[in-house]
């Protein structure tokens, strides 16, 4: 089964930094875009950024600036730097990848289980 496991949240202060990781891994033939979402209490989950597997990227618009997205292909993992963090962008945050798995003809959407980012003094 392919699964996506995060890493990396935590309490920062407003002002600070943090990378988050997520890995795939199990039966993969290939992953084309990966991206991370947020969900703060009582919002919708919306996307943070996203990268296709040739390396574009796109960004929300409240965090273009303060946020990278990157990837490892080899390692079949995205990482999420934020940087000036504001008490706004405390949120589960959520990989998400488009995965073809092996012996299957078509991609599907996997999710990770969340990781809590809370940016707080």
């Known amino acids: 089964q392919v699964q996506l496991v995060e890493s990396g949240g935590g309490l920062v202060q407003p002002g600070g930094s943090l990378r988050l990781s997520c890995a795939a891994s199990?039966?993969?033939?290939?992953?084309?875009?990966m991206a991370w979402y947020r969900q703060a209490p009582g919002e919708q989950r919306e996307l943070v950024a996203l990268?296709?597997?040739?390396?574009?990227?796109d960004y929300a618009a409240s965090v273009k600036g303060r946020c990278t997205i990157s990837r490892d292909n080899a390692k079949n993992t995205v990482y999420l730097h934020m940087n000036s963090l504001r008490p706004e962008d405390t949120a589960v945050y959520y990989c998400?990848?488009?995965?073809?798995?092996?012996?299957?003809?078509?991609?599907?959407?996997?999710w990770g289980q969340g990781t809590q980012v809370t940016v707080s003094s």
């Open positions: 990268i296709t597997n040739g390396g574009g990227t």
């Open positions: 998400h990848a488009a995965v073809q798995p092996l012996g299957s003809s078509n991609f599907k959407a996997y």
């Open positions: 199990g039966p993969i033939f290939r992953i084309n875009s």
